[in-house]
């Protein structure tokens, strides 16, 4: 093993990272190679700076005129473009993300995590903290009605045991008992929970004292002696239309709950920022009883992973989304998209009521947040989903034969209600 791994390793002994920590997640290091001596280099190298393989003229990296050209003249560095991203993402949206996650969850104030690391979106943050924290044998922890991607880097791509519990109780509330039986039956008291607020494909988010439950819940399995490795899944984190609904993420309450439990924030500039196609996510971890220099270990074997699968992440989107970040708009901008989300949200829950005789056919799950709603189906949701697509042209998402998933958000406010009435009509042709 490499002297740099263990010397982070040994800075973790003791702890429940350690104790989570994968094969690859003991191994991984963030060399002193060319990275590192490039970054050290380009404080120190004040004469000749010959480390990095990027082509250079009059200190700045040389381009194409025909992407440059596309910039507002003066607005950006060629370096703030065309140049390698810092390993771990820029500093100064590092900075400004952390700032903004505390505004956005104050209950975090006064409490040590790590800064955000910068992954390229929200599948490669998870992904990384897969291959670190989990491999052949462990078991993943997931609701039943959760986005497929998950299964597909936890199982298919390394190896783990994927275990399930019921979204919702009898009460159609956030089933946190069931979560518990699902912990608790795993035999060596190790688990991995990925939990989605707001959860893609239902867009329920528990309601502030579902979320403190659920808070308690872990306590106790970490005070019985689990080790749980919690992943919050923020990825539209923000959009809440209910009072009642939980404002802060979960996060906030287990960065510093137990030391066996360790918080990992996967949030994301994609839907927070309406970036989509820019890939800009992060990660911060919490642990209760964390040192600074125990979430430096941390930073460097994430890096590590980031440096030997992607090498950095893009920098034009961040240098981007510093500007957009620090403009007067950004805040009233992305208000007018959760006015327009809310909006389109109160429609669908109202016209739904039109159709609750027709709840055989389709019944909405609870939904209070994010950019879906879903329905459980009587019958083959594949085959309802083929007939809206043949016959009324509508594109929806099919869910192991038994959910379909409607993205209100990509749908006009003013289309809403024809779109309800055309899901009906098709569900009472498939399945009268």
Same mark, same amino acid.
Request: charged share 25%; glycine share 8%; with cysteine.
């Given at each position: 093993?490499?002297?740099?791994?263990?010397?982070?390793?040994?800075?973790?002994?003791?702890?429940?990272? +350690?104790?989570?920590?994968?094969?690859?997640?003991?191994?991984?290091?963030?060399? $002193?190679?060319?990275?590192?001596?490039?970054?050290?280099?380009?404080?120190?190298?004040?004469?000749?700076?010959?480390?990095?393989?990027?082509?250079?003229?009059?200190?700045?990296?040389?381009?194409?005129? /025909?992407?440059?050209?596309?910039?507002?003249?003066?607005?950006? $560095?060629?370096?703030?473009?065309?140049?390698?991203?810092?390993?771990?993402?820029? $500093?100064?949206?590092?900075?400004?993300?952390? $700032?903004?996650?505390?505004?956005?969850?104050?209950?975090?104030?006064?409490?040590?995590?790590?800064?955000?690391?910068?992954?390229?979106?929200?599948?490669?943050?998870?992904?990384?903290?897969?291959?670190?924290?989990?491999?052949?044998?462990?078991? &993943?922890?997931?609701?039943?009605?959760?986005? /497929?991607?998950?299964?597909?880097?936890?199982?298919?791509?390394?190896?783990?045991?994927?275990?399930?519990?019921?979204?919702?109780?009898?009460?159609?509330?956030?089933?946190?008992?069931?979560?518990?039986? *699902?912990?608790?039956?795993?035999?060596?008291?190790? #688990?991995?929970?990925?939990?989605?607020?707001?959860?893609?494909?239902?867009?329920?988010?528990?309601?502030?004292?579902?979320?403190?439950?659920?808070?308690? *819940?872990?306590?106790?399995?970490?005070?019985?002696?689990?080790?749980? &490795?919690?992943?919050?899944?923020?990825?539209?984190?923000?959009?809440?239309?209910?009072?009642?609904?939980?404002?802060?993420?979960?996060?906030?309450?287990?960065?510093?709950?137990?030391?066996?439990?360790?918080?990992?924030?996967?949030?994301?500039?994609?839907?927070?920022?309406?970036?989509?196609?820019?890939?800009?996510?992060?990660?911060?971890?919490?642990?209760?009883?964390?040192?600074?220099?125990? %979430?430096? #270990?941390?930073?460097?074997?994430?890096?590590?992973?980031?440096?030997?699968?992607?090498?950095?992440?893009?920098?034009?989107?961040?240098?981007?989304?510093?500007?957009?970040?620090?403009?007067?708009? %950004?805040?009233?901008?992305?208000?007018?998209?959760?006015? +327009?989300?809310?909006?389109?949200? +109160?429609?669908?829950?109202?016209?739904?009521?039109?159709?609750?005789?027709?709840?055989?056919? &389709?019944?909405?799950?609870?939904?209070?947040?994010?950019?879906?709603?879903?329905?459980?189906?009587?019958?083959?949701?594949? +085959? &309802?989903?083929?007939?809206?697509?043949?016959? %009324?042209?509508?594109?929806?998402?099919?869910?192991?034969?038994?959910?379909?998933?409607?993205?209100?958000?990509?749908?006009?406010?003013?289309?809403?209600? /024809?779109?309800?009435?055309?899901?009906?009509?098709?569900?009472?042709?498939?399945?009268?």
């Amino acid at each position: 093993m490499n002297e740099l791994a263990v010397q982070l390793n040994e800075t973790l002994k003791g702890t429940v990272a +350690e104790a989570l920590m994968s094969g690859v997640g003991r191994r991984m290091y963030f060399p $002193k190679g060319i990275v590192a001596q490039s970054a050290e280099a380009k404080t120190l190298a004040t004469k000749y700076n010959a480390t990095i393989g990027m082509a250079v003229k009059d200190g700045q990296p040389m381009y194409l005129s /025909d992407i440059y050209s596309q910039f507002v003249p003066g607005s950006f $560095k060629p370096a703030d473009i065309f140049s390698y991203a810092p390993g771990g993402g820029v $500093k100064e949206l590092r900075e400004l993300w952390k $700032k903004e996650m505390l505004e956005k969850n104050p209950s975090l104030k006064g409490k040590l995590t790590s800064n955000p690391i910068v992954t390229s979106g929200l599948t490669h943050s998870i992904s990384t903290i897969c291959q670190l924290f989990a491999g052949p044998g462990d078991t &993943l922890v997931i609701p039943d009605l959760a986005w /497929d991607n998950y299964e597909l880097m936890f199982s298919a791509l390394n190896d783990c045991k994927v275990k399930t519990f019921k979204m919702y109780d009898e009460a159609m509330g956030y089933n946190v008992a069931g979560l518990v039986e *699902a912990v608790r039956g795993i035999p060596d008291k190790k #688990a991995r929970l990925i939990l989605n607020f707001p959860n893609n494909p239902t867009g329920y988010t528990p309601s502030e004292a579902e979320m403190g439950l659920l808070a308690d *819940a872990l306590k106790g399995l970490a005070d019985d002696g689990y080790k749980l &490795l919690v992943i919050s899944d923020d990825a539209y984190f923000g959009l809440f239309y209910e009072k009642e609904t939980a404002r802060e993420s979960l996060f906030s309450k287990l960065c510093d709950l137990s030391p066996n439990i360790l918080a990992v924030k996967g949030d994301a500039a994609t839907k927070e920022a309406m970036v989509w196609g820019f890939r800009i996510a992060f990660v911060t971890f919490g642990c209760k009883g964390f040192t600074q220099a125990q %979430y430096d #270990a941390l930073e460097k074997k994430m890096m590590g992973i980031i440096r030997a699968t992607v090498s950095n992440c893009d920098h034009p989107g961040q240098s981007l989304l510093v500007h957009a970040m620090k403009s007067a708009s %950004y805040q009233s901008d992305k208000r007018k998209v959760l006015e +327009e989300m809310q909006g389109r949200y +109160e429609v669908f829950h109202e016209v739904l009521k039109q159709f609750e005789s027709q709840y055989g056919l &389709l019944r909405p799950y609870p939904f209070n947040s994010g950019y879906f709603m879903a329905f459980a189906t009587k019958g083959d949701a594949e +085959e &309802l989903r083929k007939r809206l697509l043949d016959v %009324y042209h509508i594109g929806c998402i099919n869910i192991a034969g038994k959910v379909l998933r409607v993205a209100y958000c990509s749908v006009e406010k003013k289309d809403i209600p /024809d779109l309800i009435g055309q899901l009906y009509k098709a569900a009472g042709e498939v399945w009268s």
